[in-house]
């Protein structure tokens, strides 16, 4: 049976598609509002319920947002101190949690941080971390995936003012693309609608339409010469093999955890949930291109089986690019860590039949908001092997950054160059990180499949650094 047919009983079936593309071809893709805290070392978020028209046809689907209706501003941080102040609107509680920072488990905003409806939380983010690019979501335990999918994410950029030394565009809009990617289901009329099945609760929900920033459809303008895409998967569970149709270079320049020391070209990039990856694409050739993901290795026959067509990208003629050469050296620093010989840690993502549909865990157990379940010393360098025997499964760890020392007990594919804190794990990785950032029983981090079903599900757990 075809996820189509079988979401016609339910939530009747939306026969828009790519088909409706043809309407938006003079549409174009718009950044999320930039919030500079490099000055003020200050920002406001407004956790909102809303409305958006994403077909443009006059049916409202009920979103959340922040500072808005659906998603909320790039935060540009730079090191420092940076104060928030997040005040929830909506009427279910919440938490805001900062996706790569290297910050204490008492303001990472897990599943333990609650902010009810009307409440205020205000936590202050010492910065103090290498250029990158990050992200914000929401992290309330078995829900997750309905508040990240109905647009409770955003995207933080960490500067430090040099990319015009190393050659980078670095012009928001411009030469500087934020692109969250996001998959979505829609119903008959339009509307987003969010697939509770047992299908979508297995292999994650897939929608078959690639929304950009909240849009559907658009297209990004470029200069003619280098354009930086910041690439941010906040799908629930979509993986993206990413290649432009024309078979053009990605050229990546940063990983989850920032800055490689130098360019690794590639024309193939897989970017699973939760990860980052800055790519800098030529437009010299003054050609538009097509940026498309192949088939999700893990969506299985019912769901979103097929490409996707996730951005067309138009050259501006008029538009003189500032960068035109691909700079060499980045000067981000490669993962050196006293890698220890043997693993200390084993952890298993369990899923399967044994368990009961729908049932996941890690190690055996499904998470539990009591249960600390791993203790870590502050200042330990550890090796951890996490291992899975049915589908693949994105692996992030709070409050760290991991090298990644093999996958499939196979050397590491090139996009794994660089720092990270979030791994696909096919079958077996394993992960070298040095644990800086405290966190006590009361605020203890999360380590989890970022497939929001899954950790909802339970393929989390929760550790101390002490
Ligand atoms: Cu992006 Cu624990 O999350
Ligand atoms: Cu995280
Ligand atoms: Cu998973």
């Known amino acids: 049976m075809q996820r189509r047919e079988l979401l016609a009983g339910g939530l009747g079936v939306l026969t828009l598609g790519p088909r409706a593309w043809a309407n938006t071809a ?24 809303g409305e958006v028209d994403f077909w443009r046809r006059g049916q409202m689907s009920a979103t959340k947002g922040f500072n808005g209706a659906y998603l909320g501003p790039t935060l540009r ?7 928030l102040d997040i005040h929830n609107q909506s009427r279910e509680a919440t938490t805001v949690h900062w996706h790569g920072m290297l910050i204490p488990g008492a303001v990472d905003g897990g599943p333990h941080q609650m902010i009810e409806p009307g409440a205020w939380w205000s ?25 990240v999918y109905a647009g409770l994410a955003g995207v933080i950029h960490i500067v430090d003012g040099q990319d015009d030394a190393r050659g980078l565009p670095h012009h928001y809009g411009e030469d500087d693309l934020t692109l969250v990617l996001q998959d979505r289901l829609f119903d008959a009329h339009g509307r987003m609608v969010y697939d509770d099945s047992m299908p979508s609760r297995m292999h994650g929900l ?5 929304l950009v920033n909240g849009q559907i459809g658009a297209r990004a303008q470029v200069p003619k010469g280098l354009t930086r ?3 941010v998967n906040g799908s629930n569970a979509r993986i993206y093999p990413l290649a432009f ?38 437009f010299a050739d003054g050609h538009d291109a097509l940026l498309r993901a192949a088939p999700d290795p893990n969506a299985g026959p019912m769901g979103g089986g097929g490409a996707l067509d996730v951005l067309a990208l138009v050259v501006d003629h008029d538009k003189r690019a500032r960068m035109r050469r691909v700079p060499q050296d980045l000067g981000g620093q490669a993962p050196a860590l006293q890698v220890p010989t043997r693993v200390d840690r084993v952890l298993s993502l369990d899923m399967g039949m044994r368990m009961g549909a729908g049932a996941f865990a890690i190690n055996g157990a499904p998470f539990d908001m009591a249960t600390i379940n791993q203790r870590v010393k502050l200042g330990a360098t550890e090796r951890w092997r996490i291992t ?16 990644v020392l093999s996958l499939g007990d196979q050397a590491p594919p090139a996009q794994y160059a660089g720092w990270h804190d979030t791994v696909l794990v ?9 644990f800086t950032q405290s966190a006590s029983d009361a605020h203890p981090f999360m380590y989890h499949c970022h497939i929001l079903e899954h950790e909802d599900g339970g393929m989390m757990g929760q550790f101390t650094v002490v």
């Not at 941080?77 to 104060?83: D, L, N």
């Open 123 to 147: 936590p202050v983010l010492p910065v103090a971390q290498a250029p990158a690019t990050l992200w914000y979501h929401a992290h309330p335990h078995g829900r997750t995936a309905r508040d």
């Open 77 to 83: 941080m730079r090191v420092g101190e940076v104060a």
């Open 388 to 403: 899975s025997n049915m589908l693949l499964h994105p692996f992030h760890v709070h409050g760290v950054l991991f090298q």
């Open 229 to 231: 895409l910041r690439l």
């Open 245 to 282: 149709v024309d078979g053009r270079e990605m050229h990546v320049i940063a990983t989850d955890g920032g800055y490689l020391p130098k360019p690794v070209a590639l024309t193939h990039l897989v970017l699973a949930p939760g990860q980052r990856a800055e790519v800098l694409v030529d």
């Open 26 to 49: 003079h549409l174009h893709l718009k950044m999320p509002p930039l919030l500079d805290t490099t000055s003020s070392g200050r920002a406001k978020l407004t956790i909102e319920a």
């Open 426 to 434: 096919a079958g077996s990785a394993e992960i070298a990180m040095r």
């Open 206 to 210: 897939h929608g078959d339409v690639v």
